[in-house]
């Protein structure tokens, strides 16, 4: 059984970095095929694809999102890292952790495993 779980700062003010973990177990983030991806979802609002990281560790954003986002990885903790620059109150929602796989399309939410969520706050 695959677990993920999310960790990181719950309040991050204005212009900063957000900075979350993935602390994946019960498999390895090595994997083929599967992607590990972020997702949020904003208060009163659907979920947003952010981007995800693959077996081999390449990289995928949102357009939207891409020139504030970078997505990595280390196998030997078996976790994923989302760091999310220059935020803004509309950056504000819980983010989660998900497994996909190649071929199924990102932005379908089609994932086997989440996380169990973890809220951001961008306030000053």
């Known amino acids: 059984q695959v677990q993920l779980q999310e960790s990181g700062p719950g309040l991050v003010k204005p212009s900063q970095t957000l900075s979350l973990t993935c602390a994946v177990s019960?498999?390895?983030?090595?994997?083929?095929?599967?992607?590990w991806n972020w997702v949020r979802q904003p208060p009163g609002k659907g979920l947003e694809w952010i981007g995800f990281i693959t077996y081999s560790g390449s990289t995928s954003y949102s357009p939207s999102l891409q020139s504030r986002t970078s997505i990595s990885r280390d196998t030997s903790k078996n976790q994923i890292t989302l760091q999310l620059s220059s935020v803004t109150p509309e950056d504000t929602a819980v983010y989660y952790c998900?497994?996909?796989?190649?071929?199924?399309?990102?932005?379908?939410?089609?994932?086997?495993?989440w996380g169990q969520g973890t809220q951001v706050t961008v306030s000053s």
């Open positions: 019960g498999g390895s983030i090595t994997t083929v095929p599967y992607y």
């Open positions: 998900a497994r996909g796989r190649s071929g199924i399309l990102a932005t379908s939410y089609e994932y086997d495993y």
